[in-house]
C-alpha cells in the first residue's frame, strides 16, 4: 500500500497495456479543483420589524457569471447572486455573494471553452451557492429560508451572446 496517489489523466487508460478502459468517459470534461465563497453580505436592515411582515415580499434577483484564464493554466469562474427582498414599506433583506471555483478544463476545443466556463462551471457551482444564501437567510432569523429557484445558466449564456451581436443600443441621434 502506498500514500501516493497517482495523477490523472486525460484518457483513463488500463493498467496492463495502457489501452483505454471501456466505459470510462474520454471526452471534454471539467475537473474542479477548487471552490469557495469569495465574497458574502446579509443585511436586515430593518431586523426585527422584518421578521413579522404579512404576505411575502417581492424578490429582485441579480446573476452574473465570470470567468478567466490564470497563469496556472486552470480557470476561475465566479457566480455572483444578488437577491433583494422588498415590501412597499422596507428592504426586507439583502444577500449578495461571490461563490467561486476553481477549474481544469480537458478535452475540450477552443470553440467551447466559453460555453463551458459560463455555463457548465456555474451550473456546479449553483447548489453549493444557493445553500450559502439559505445558511444566510436562516441565521438572519428568516423561516422558511429563502431558497433559490433553480437557474437557466444556459438561457442567460445564449441571452448575453444576443446582446453582444446586436451590439451597442441605436439612440437614434445622428
Not at 436592515?45 to 486552470?74: F, Y
Not at 415590501?87 to 471553452?113: C, H, K, P, R
Not at 463551458?116 to 445553500?131: D, H, N, S, V
Request: charged share 20%; net charge negative.
Amino acid at each position: 500500500m502506498t500514500d501516493v496517489t497517482p495523477a490523472p489523466t486525460d484518457t483513463p487508460t488500463d493498467s496492463q497495456n495502457g489501452a483505454p478502459t471501456e466505459g470510462q468517459p474520454t471526452g471534454p470534461g471539467f475537473r474542479i479543483v477548487a471552490q469557495y465563497a469569495k465574497d458574502l453580505s446579509f443585511e436586515n436592515p430593518r431586523a426585527p420589524d422584518s421578521l413579522r411582515i404579512e404576505g411575502k415580499p417581492a424578490i429582485d434577483l441579480g446573476v452574473e457569471m465570470n470567468a478567466q484564464g490564470r497563469p496556472d493554466g486552470l480557470f476561475e469562474v465566479e457566480l455572483r447572486l444578488t437577491v433583494k427582498a422588498t415590501t412597499d414599506t422596507m428592504t426586507v433583506f439583502a444577500v449578495e455573494l461571490v461563490y467561486g471555483g476553481l477549474f481544469a478544463l480537458s478535452g475540450v476545443a477552443e470553440q467551447d471553452i466559453e460555453p463551458m466556463l459560463l455555463i457548465e462551471c456555474p451550473r456546479y457551482l449553483f447548489p453549493f451557492a444557493r445553500e450559502i444564501i439559505a445558511g444566510a437567510t436562516s441565521d438572519g432569523g428568516f423561516y422558511p429560508p429563502f431558497m433559490l429557484d433553480p437557474i437557466d445558466f444556459a438561457g442567460i449564456y445564449v441571452a448575453r451572446q444576443q446582446q453582444i451581436a446586436r451590439g451597442p443600443m441605436d439612440t437614434g441621434q445622428a
